[in-house]
């Protein structure tokens, strides 16, 4: 939440004003963002996104101090003045119902003008910032990320960035037929970072962290994750959610004014407001994030049946993931706090879309798939890495901390040793 007023905005140099910007933007919305490129200067022109940006804290310090004017002035009224107020409120409450009617109405159709179809998945999603309004942070988010990661960039003859370049290639020469796929040209940026990390901005810049190449267990697995962040740039998810929590939080500036008018004191207030932001962010914005994960998903496996990928290693990579955090003793939070689906509920979701994604890369003319089904050979693992674990821990004949076993599949690979070779579709 903002807490800044826009007086603050003037005394921050170009380049922190710029990072304040994108990072205020993409706040709950970390690794998933993705938009267009420009080669323009920053802050050439001043885009409607950045224009609202600015204002909010204006916005809400407004609210805030109108709020509490109304009850300043309430408690300074007569005890008279407040009978004869509350009388002609009653008289007049139809009026006011009226007033308050057309400004829900006046919303509602805000909200209806402004639905837009989701591209591939036809969902109707409201849609206030159009792609023109994005692009100038896309290029301030771009900036930053180069910025920050500018001394951890792998070359290009590095064998992991090669692996990363043929994969993205080979995902958007297979799904080309998509207009939103096609018109991007998608650049590689290899991170050398240990976090399980991926995401793609708007305009096709793909960053990797070297943490997720060591985390999949294979090219099917790396495919089917830069599948799922292509599909948030193509699906315009940053857009989506940025004009979700905008259109929020004008609506919330309504019930702010109200809470600080209605508190009989400061310190009241300050908690009401707490509450209306946690009430929002679990209610509204996180259920709304694991929509879009979700939908990424389902897209990004699509992507990945078109390009021949072996679809069924989708769900291993987030049973590996799972086992990993319940090996190592992290905490298991439950789901409703969580912007992403939670690792088990993931790899069920994409079980259930595997059968429809084997049918997509059927048609797609790829080779039958051979060998046993990943699924089937991960169950395995698991099955004999959990009862090593408890024969080390009965025998207790290791130095070596349980807590924190490492994870050794057979069928793991270090990425630079992965043959990147698709199964290539047969001509006709």
């Excluded at 979700?294 to 086992?323: H, I, P, T, Y």
Aim: hydrophobic letters at 45%; glycine letters at 4%.
């Amino acid at each position: 939440m903002l807490s800044n007023s826009l007086m603050f905005l003037s005394y921050f140099s170009l380049p922190v004003l710029k990072e304040y910007i994108v990072n205020l933007f993409y706040v709950n919305f970390k690794n998933r963002i993705v938009r267009s490129f420009h080669a323009s200067p920053s802050f050439q022109a001043a885009p409607v996104p950045i224009f609202w940006i600015i204002v909010k804290p204006a916005q809400k310090l407004f609210a805030i101090i109108l709020g509490r004017s109304i009850r300043n002035w309430w408690k300074a009224l007569p005890p008279n003045k407040r009978e004869l107020f509350k009388e002609s409120a009653r008289k007049n409450k139809w009026k006011i119902l009226l007033g308050v009617s057309s400004l829900g109405v006046l919303f509602v159709m805000f909200y209806f003008t402004h639905l837009e179809e989701t591209p591939i998945t036809g969902r109707a999603r409201l849609l206030v910032f159009g792609k023109e309004h994005f692009r100038e942070l896309s290029q301030m988010e771009y900036d930053m990320w180069m910025e920050k990661f500018e001394s951890k960039m792998l070359p290009e003859t590095d064998a992991r960035y090669q692996v990363v370049e043929r994969v993205v290639g080979h995902l958007s020469e297979s799904n080309k037929d998509i207009p939103q796929v096609s018109m991007l040209k998608w650049l590689i940026h290899v991170v050398d970072e240990p976090d399980i990390n991926a995401f793609v901005l708007p305009n096709g810049q793909v960053f990797v962290f070297t943490g997720l190449l060591n985390a999949v267990s294979d090219i099917h697995q790396l495919s089917f994750i830069l599948g799922h962040e292509i599909a948030h740039a193509v699906l315009e998810h940053a857009a989506e959610k940025a004009s979700l929590v905008h259109f929020l939080d004008f609506l919330s500036l309504i019930f702010l004014t109200m809470i600080w008018a209605i508190c009989p004191r400061d310190s009241l207030a300050v908690v009401g407001q707490w509450i209306q932001g946690k009430l929002q962010e679990f209610m509204f914005d996180r259920p709304y994030s694991r929509t879009l994960e979700a939908e990424a998903d389902k897209v990004g496996l699509q992507f990945a049946a078109k390009a021949c990928v072996d679809v069924r290693a989708s769900s291993v990579f987030w049973q590996q993931m799972e086992l990993a955090e319940t090996i190592q003793g992290q905490p298991k939070l439950p789901e409703w706090l969580s912007t992403h689906p939670s690792h088990e509920n993931r790899a069920e979701h994409l079980d259930r879309l595997i059968p429809e994604a084997l049918k997509i890369r059927e048609s797609c003319n790829c080779p039958s798939l051979s060998g046993p089904d990943p699924r089937l050979i991960f169950r395995l693992n698991m099955q004999h890495l959990l009862e090593s674990s408890k024969d080390r821990a009965t025998q207790n004949s290791t130095k070596r901390d349980l807590s924190k076993p490492k994870l050794d599949f057979p069928h793991t690979q270090k990425v630079e040793d992965m043959p990147v070779t698709f199964a290539a579709k047969p001509t006709n």
